[in-house]
């Protein structure tokens, strides 16, 4: 079993920034991606941005530009740099880990999320 613990939410003021860190612990095999979703209010669960193991970065359209993900392999934390920050960015951010784990068979874990609020 692998668990997910973020960090690093809180209120920020419309244009500042925040980082958010997300720590894998537990049985972990072999990493493919980790990465970060959002759930806005009244909304579904959106991607914000993924890193594969070798750093490859994939990001949402919205945040392009704005949002840095980042990972330390050896400590299994992926961050998450938000500049620019919006009211529209407000939402509870998940941490997203993808593995291969035993039989080669593909696992998906979540956290317990993380709030943002962007607001004056």
């Known amino acids: 079993q692998v668990r997910l613990v973020e960090s690093g939410g809180d209120l920020v003021q419309p244009g500042g920034s925040l980082r958010v860190s997300c720590a894998a612990s537990g049985s972990i095999f072999s990493i493919v991606s980790m990465g970060w979703y959002r759930r806005a209010p009244g909304k579904q669960r959106e991607l914000v941005a993924t890193?594969?193991?070798?750093?490859?970065?994939n990001y949402a359209d919205s945040v392009k530009g704005r949002f840095t993900i980042s990972r330390d392999n050896g400590k299994n934390t992926v961050y998450l740099q938000m500049n620019s920050l919006k009211p529209e960015d407000t939402a509870v951010y998940y941490c997203?880990?993808?593995?291969?784990?035993?039989?080669?068979?593909?696992?998906?874990?979540w956290g317990q999320g993380t709030q943002v609020t962007v607001s004056t």
């Open positions: 997203n880990l993808k593995e291969i784990g035993p039989y080669s068979l593909r696992y998906e874990y």
């Open positions: 890193i594969t193991t070798g750093g490859m970065a």
